[in-house]
């Protein structure tokens, strides 16, 4: 393999771009957008923007780039009320502007705003193309982020620093994982799965990172790139004769290893990798690096020696670098923390509106911290997303009340910024807004203050019925309280693997019950209520798929309940009818989601064969994708390991094909064993909920359980990787008009 990365400087030109970084972002949105605004970029200490009006145009001034497009964001939302979302980055800006009264200035102290998890740029990023990333820092800027991490190419660093080390091609190929599984690699979590990479698949994430970063650093960003915190190959004290630590097995997939900081061979890997790193992306002001992410062997590891030792590798890469580390679990431990200076580490608090680490002495947290983080700087960070997985959720009690409440305690001191650190993005994107306004609003709120003019700025007018939706929504499905760890949405029961007792669809959901199923379809209807005076409005198109969506969810699980309840009486008739309606809700939830592309796992499947330059290649990285949203691993790691079904996603295609077809399987199977021996059905499943309790008190009805896993009498992995196996064409494309099926589906599917 030749090298990758050229010698050359890391050199970023402006002079393609316009004027100021966001007159460029203004006309990416809208072709000469910049010609109606003001833009102006002064010097403050503080962070701030301001909007005004100047020479007739709305004038938005801000102390660097990304406070300016925050600014601008704030100024679409709250006066020509147009919001721009994943689904909808690119508007028509009309004629004539609203201009501010008076000025409007916002004011933060939370100097550092972070953006993504190792996880996303696996779940959600792993195919996008340059087209794709420019809409995502576009996004970034508009909410006011500052800190992305920046790992897309992290691949080519390694394969270039194992070549300096004398691995061979082959070798490198079977350490570096594929495209879909490089977060679990980079957390030191597997090796080589989904590989082998190509030499011009490496060439062409350099290019694509160059691209990134640039874009970044035009907008005033800092970006996170990945660190290097003693990752080796797990034969490393073999092929290296250095002493390592970690060895072991991650869910069924060996583990790369851990060298002993103790060992002077660290330095020198960790200082041909930052030399790798710096020729591909530059110095950085910030790395991110998490040892003993979720495991690893601590044997004879000095925490606090490992922690000084870490730094001051990263510290000969730049001496004015951060080390940004997750703050997740037990990570990172006390220990460790200890070993690093003041002002040379700050922490993320991964998931401070589910588990609080930073000091809240009233956090559910098993691993909170009665003495925080101290003394070292951390974010109040939402993870929201795991796995990727579709459905709406939220916290917004809590994100709202945990923000104020840690900037107001005594950790408020060392508190530094926000942080959106989900496992997925492109859904749900009423908590981003929510969580990124945070920063800019002195004074504590309400969620219901903020909904209405949230629901304006996202549809361009106000509405009643759209207003009680989200109203009963806040209170229900994105009101998860303080207490319930559920790691994410409340999963879809048409994702799940069938059997008499199913309840969550991943093995580490934690799902628990806080909300009744038939509100969110009452809310639903008060959306769908709406749909001629919206129609036309493309936020609306989309969220009426997403909340109908949810709705037939929702009825899905009542439903499954009923055919339950009829399988533990043996009431044949009862069964064929509930699982008939069952079926029935899939097919239709896949009509529903067919009508847009963000709901569909042909866009999906096809972003990841564009990538490729050859048909191999094609086939690889769609197996990738597949893998990714099923089985994830090969037969030990998916079932022994539990990581089958945790990337699971309700989307079209994939329901028709896989979930439909392992329910329709299943069905069948119990329907022959009524036939043929009825009093072998015992009434244990699901506490013996019946379908009249199930509708009306399915919150105090359901069982507490943390983890199902129930024995199945088909072998579903099987089916499983079939379908990763099929190279059957999905599209991407729009199959009807989307707010008439939405509409229609609705009425059939949930109003009886």
Avoid at 212 to 221: D, K, N
């Amino acid at each position: 393999m030749r090298q990758i990365i050229s010698t050359l400087s890391f050199i970023v030109s402006l002079s393609s771009f316009a004027a100021h970084p966001v007159e460029d972002l203004l006309n990416r949105i809208d072709s000469g957008a910049s010609q109606k605004f003001v833009i102006i970029q002064t010097k403050s200490p503080t962070d701030f923007f301001e909007i005004s009006t100047v020479n007739g145009k709305p004038a938005i001034t801000g102390n660097s780039p990304v406070n300016i497009a925050a600014g601008l964001n704030w100024y679409l939302k709250y006066y020509p009320h147009i919001h721009l979302s994943w689904n909808n980055m690119h508007v028509e800006m009309p004629d004539s502007l609203p201009l501010p009264v008076k000025s409007e200035r916002h004011e933060t102290t939370a100097t550092q705003r972070y953006y993504l998890n190792y996880c996303t740029h696996s779940y959600s990023m792993a195919f996008w193309d340059w087209n794709r990333w420019q809409e995502e820092i576009d996004w970034m800027a508009l909410h006011g982020i500052n800190m992305p991490l920046a790992m897309t190419g992290t691949d080519v660093v390694w394969a270039n620093t194992l070549k300096r080390l004398g691995y061979n091609d082959e070798e490198i190929s079977s350490f570096v994982a594929g495209p879909a599984f490089q977060a679990w690699w980079l957390m030191n979590n597997l090796e080589g799965w989904g590989g082998p990479n190509t030499p011009q698949w490496y060439a062409d994430r350099a290019e694509l990172q160059r691209k990134i970063l640039a874009r970044m650093r035009q907008l005033g960003m800092d970006p996170v790139l990945p660190g290097y915190s003693g990752m080796v190959p797990h034969d490393a004290d073999e092929r290296l004769g250095c002493q390592v630590s970690g060895k072991g097995i991650w869910n069924g997939f060996t583990r790369p290893a851990f060298i002993k900081t103790d060992d002077p061979l660290i330095e020198r890997i960790s200082g041909i990798y930052y030399d790798e790193l710096t020729k591909l992306c530059g110095i950085s002001k910030y790395y991110s690096m998490d040892p003993f992410h979720e495991g690893g062997s601590l044997e004879g590891v000095d925490l606090a020696h490992c922690g000084s030792i870490i730094a001051r590798a990263m510290k000969r890469a730049n001496p004015d670098a951060v080390w940004v580390i997750q703050g997740w679990n037990e990570n990172p431990r006390t220990e460790l923390l200890q070993g690093v200076a003041k002002g040379d580490i700050v922490v993320l608090d991964l998931a401070s509106e589910i588990k609080p680490n930073w000091g809240d002495p009233e956090s559910p947290s098993p691993y909170k911290r009665p003495d925080g983080f101290w003394p070292h700087n951390w974010m109040y960070c939402m993870l929201l997303n795991f796995g990727g997985n579709v459905g709406l959720h939220g916290r917004m009690d809590c994100v709202i009340n945990g923000y104020y409440k840690a900037r107001q305690s005594k950790y408020g001191a060392t508190l530094t910024g926000i942080g959106l650190t989900p496992e997925g993005i492109e859904n749900n994107p009423v908590m981003y807004e929510l969580q990124t306004e945070l920063i800019w609003r002195p004074e504590k709120f309400t969620k219901q203050q903020w909904l209405a003019s949230y629901a304006q700025a996202r549809y361009g007018a106000s509405d009643a019925d759209i207003d009680s939706c989200w109203k009963k929504l806040s209170e229900t499905i994105y009101n998860c309280p303080s207490g319930n760890l559920q790691q994410g949405t409340t999963e879809s029961v048409f994702c799940a693997r069938p059997s008499e007792n199913v309840w969550q669809v991943s093995s580490w959901s934690r799902m628990k019950p806080y909300y009744e199923p038939q509100h969110v379809i009452d809310a639903a209807a008060l959306f769908v209520k709406a749909a001629d005076k919206f129609r036309n409005v493309e936020n609306y198109n989309y969220d009426i798929v997403d909340i109908v969506r949810q709705a037939i969810a929702e009825k899905g699980r009542i439903t499954y309940m009923e055919m339950i309840d009829a399988l533990t009486n043996a009431d044949t008739l009862a069964f064929d009818s509930a699982s008939n309606r069952f079926l029935s809700l899939i097919k239709g939830q896949d009509e529903l989601l067919n009508t847009r592309p963000e709901f569909k796992v042909g866009r999906w499947i096809n972003s990841a064969r564009r990538l490729a330059r050859t048909p191999e290649q094609a086939d690889l990285m769609e197996q990738n994708a597949r893998l990714l949203i099923t089985t994830w691993g090969p037969r030990v790691a998916s079932e022994e390991g539990g990581l089958r079904d945790y990337g699971h996603r309700e989307w079209a295609g994939l329901l028709s094909d896989l979930h439909h077809r392992r329910w329709k399987e299943w069905i069948a199977l119990k329907r022959s064993q009524l036939q043929n021996n009825p009093a072998a059905f015992q009434k244990t499943a699901m506490k013996n909920v019946s379908a009249s309790d199930a509708a009306t008190d399915y919150v105090t009805q359901l069982p507490d359980n943390d983890k199902t896993k129930p024995v199945s009498e088909i072998d579903f992995y099987t089916i499983d990787e079939a379908w990763v196996n099929s190279r059957k064409h999905y599209t991407e494309t729009a199959s009807a008009n989307t707010v008439d099926t939405a509409v229609r589906l609705f009425r059939e599917l949930c109003e009886n």
